[in-house]
């Protein structure tokens, strides 16, 4: 201890040059001097302890040489370090977008074209029908507004197997296998009934046998309105295979095809894929038709890639799925999108030969009546050409215009046309019944929001009066109005099936408050509508105004002539009649109310037929406006025979049975 301090005194002498009065000064909190307040402490003035070495006053001597710029240099530095090894692990999806190509090599782009159609085809591209929703729909179509039919952007992406979490059901292989596929925006194309779309489908697979070996997977719905169209493909199967050979195709070793059928469950009609068309074409007739009302179409064709996917093989083969229904598909919700991100996964491309959507009504219903009187209802569910419901005719579940012809848009339904277009495949128009007034062209100015729902209800946030019209929409789907009782007695002793007169008019009373409540929604949304330059939303606003407004002239004159005859002193003008009948006529006897209302319900369909030329709404408008003096209600009367006695108590309408096509 005693050299220690002795030798200390020569280590300051040894540094003359050091400014001594501030050596060894740091300022030293209570905690340190176990109390107190903070002050300075000198190393040397601390007697009895030796010249103290203090952590600070150690790294002061060594460091003496680095200025403090130098020192703030090196923690930035260490700070920037930091946060580089910092990652984020949140993952961004953007709004869908088509991609165009695949390719392990980015320079090499394989470019795709498809052929002019025949003249009695009319096709529509991509770039053609989606053109004015993807001005609505910011980002939601990035790079799919160029002319060409073949978009240019490439990605590279590996295959992956059937979409099983478990690494041993998943099979990888080498993209190198494939004859660099190219991924395409999809297309809708008018053909002309069944046998013009097998036509295309046809000329589709030529063109992939061509660039290498194919499979083709049919998906087919089994419900009863479909049975006409299964027929016709399985006696083209044969066809098929006969054409490419005259194209001097290798068929025998380069296309192999597989059936499958669904309903609520799918089901591989063939286990294999076969090269046997006339073995297919027996599977395909026997088939029995079911009507369980439930299709679940997207999940039909997921399984259909778990089953003949290129995953299932060492070496894939491009494959071509094509679906044959006239739905949209009952799981279209809960399946869609991640049916169409399994195809893309797999590079699948989907076709699907369907019809029409029609205008406003989703559920298309065909009423009529079997000798006993029952009600049969015949359903089918084409489905929105739209991810939400924009329009709904309020004439769809009116017994005031059960015979009214539905109207076809010419425009495929939402989900199946979003899995042809993002998929590379096709949407084959096969409806024959679209009326010719419905110019594809026009209908162009008019295409609805694109994209995928969580995309199309944001965009509705942002656009108040389109959003409005999706409310009243719904709003109009639930006022249903069944068949309205047209017989009741004269007198209350005598007793008739069905309603009795205060129900009827309750019943039809209700069915116009309801549209009552639409109009003053719709009112509360016209003062926007000289804003909206949205052709489409304009349409849907103006007709549901007009038909809304007839509908209303039709239940006042029914509830007007219930009035008349419901007056104590009413008495037929035969006194010997003893049934009221009330039917349809243009000697309308439902009062003012009902007159004035027809007579603007008329002016406003006018001006959506001028406003509006060439489109579906026009053509709803005309159909409407030329039966609109037609319904009318005349009172009427008939006698009956009247058995003495007691009467029998009155028995209610059997309910209305429903049939699934």
Known sequence: MTDARASSPSRGDRQPSRPQPSRGTFPVGASSLGGGSTGSLRADAMVGFGPLELPGETFARKSGRYSAWFLSLLMHLALVVVLSLITFSEVIRLPFVIESGISSEPEALVSYSISAPSEKVETT???????????????????????????????????????????????A???????????VAGTMTRANGIEGAIDLLTE?????????????????????????????????????????????????????????????????????????????????????STESGIENTYLAVMNARNRF?????????????????????SDLFKSLDHCIELMQQDHIRCFVIGKSTVLGRPVIESHRFGPSGQQYI?????????????????ASHSSFSYGLAPVLTGEAPYGLKRLCLETGGMFLMSSTDIDPSVDSNTIREFQPLYGDRPTVRRSLQFDPFRSGLVSIAESNGKVELGVVQVR??????????????????????????????????????APQRTR?????????????????????SYSQSYLGVLNRISQPNA???????????????????????????????????AAVIESYPGTPWALRARNEMDGIYAKGWQISSYKVPVSPGVPPPRTPSPPPIRQNL
């Open 125 to 171: 591209t991509t770039e053609q029908s989606m053109a004015a929703a993807v001005t609505q729909v910011s980002g939601a179509l990035a790079g799919a507004t160029s002319s060409s039919n073949t978009l240019t952007e490439q990605i590279s992406r590996e295959f992956s197997g059937p979409g099983s979490s478990s690494s041993e059901q998943v099979m």
């Open 204 to 288: 589709e697979i030529a063109k992939s046998v061509q660039e290498g070996p194919t499979r083709v997977v049919w998906i087919l719905d089994v419900s009863p309105s479909m049975s006409e169209y299964r027929r016709a493909i399985a006696d083209r199967l044969e066809t098929i295979y006969s054409q490419l050979r005259a194209m001097n195709l290798p068929v025998d070793r380069s296309l192999d095809t597989a059936v499958m059928a669904f309903d609520e469950r799918p089901h591989a009609l063939s286990p294999t894929v076969s090269q046997k068309p006339s073995a297919l074409r027996d599977l395909i007739h026997r088939l029995p």
């Open 532 to 552: 909206v330059r949205d052709r489409r939303s304009l349409a849907n606003f103006d007709l549901c105004v007009a038909l809304t407004v007839a509908q209303r």
């Open 571 to 605: 008495r037929p003008k035969d006194p010997g009649h003893n049934i009221w009948l009330l039917v349809n006529s243009i000697e309308d006897e439902g009062g003012p109310v009902a007159a004035q209302l027809r007579e603007q319900a008329r002016d406003m369909l």
């Open 173 to 183: 292989f080498d993209l190198s296998e494939l004859s660099r596929p190219v991924r």
């Open 378 to 394: 015949s359903v089918v569910e084409p489905g929105l050409e739209s991810a939400f419901l924009e329009f709904m005719d309020p």
């Open 488 to 525: 009741f007695s004269v007198n209350s002793n005598l007793i008739l099936e069905g309603m009795t007169l205060p129900e009827a008019r309750s019943q039809v009373a209700a069915f116009d408050n309801a549209l009552v409540r639409n109009l003053k929604a719709l009112q509360a949304l």
């Open 309 to 329: 996917g290129p995953a299932k093989e060492k070496i894939p083969r491009r494959t071509m799925f094509v679906v044959v229904t006239d739905e949209e598909g």
